[in-house]
């Protein structure tokens, strides 16, 4: 993967810690899929400088996929993939770009607020819910729910214990609506899919037990589609990118 010299006036729309040091951060590219499982065409999302979009979009050209199927057999899709970038500046007063890895894009959600009495015990949690998305990007509230809990206390997972477990998931419930999960397409029409979202709880003040939860982690975040006879198009691995100036 290649990385291109951009103007210092490019972080204008990126952290200003791009001015200091270097730093990361994930672009999202929306791809077309062909029935090979081969990208065809990339759009970079958001506002992006021109620069930047053009990096993100020549980083995921050869990334190669399982393609989506319909009743068994290949067929094109479009899904979105997230770009792990890195900002270094440079001696010049220019900041350069380079595409680190290539990953199944996670959704975007609203963290939810920590249960406070919870937190004044210093319980923490792992909760992964799955959510019902709509072929039209919206999050079906009464369908979603949770999938699985960990509870953490004292530097020890709970096995029996369902202390705030529902507090925990009442949370996650509160801002789960506001979400926005990737919209598939499979054969030219959106797919209604079923998410399973990991959310962490990290006590706070007990950055031992936080680290304890992540290294616990064994599910991030997937999905699959909600009709019969549908697979989602999904990538053969997480793509490692080589840098270049």
Known sequence: MKSLAIALALAVALP???KDKPFERPVQVRVDV???GR???ADAVGDLPESLARIAEAAVKDVEFEPAQVNG???SSRTTLDVKMRFTPESDDSVSAEALAIEASKPMFHPPRYPMRAAQRGYGARVVMKMQLTADGRVDVERSGLHDISLWHGGRKLERSQ???DEFVAEVMKVMEHWRPVIEEVDGAPVSTVWRVPVTFCPPGRARLCDQIKADATQSAS???DTDGIRLASLKAPVGGA???
Do not use: F, L, W
């Open 73 to 75: 057999q290949p067929a």
């Open 243 to 245: 840098s270049g100036s």
């Open 34 to 36: 062909s029935a090979e």
């Open 163 to 165: 202390a705030h477990r």
């Open 16 to 18: 200003v810690a791009a």
């Open 39 to 41: 990208v065809v065409a």
């Open 223 to 225: 999905r699959t589609a």
